[in-house]
């Protein structure tokens, strides 16, 4: 089972969550050779399988984060406000 951290968040709607933080930080290395900013970006668990499915075309990883949101939205789960 994939690690999360849900959060409530605010919107207009009646009830919103993100399972977890994307990001857990991101820090300046310099450019490469063709100027562009380089970074080394630490991702929460499920901040690198979405990141693999959505720049790498990696589908293997659609079970585990369904299997968190289906596991999320299970009764009796505790939510961090």
Known sequence: MVDYSPEAIL???KEGFALDRHTVSS?????????NPVYDTVRSELGQLLYELKYRGEHSVVGP???AAAH???PGLQILT
């Open 27 to 35: 820090t300046y290395r310099g450019d490469n050779e063709f100027g």
């Open 65 to 67: 984060i369904v299997d």
């Open 11 to 13: 919107g207009a709607w």
């Open 72 to 74: 999320f939205s299970s």
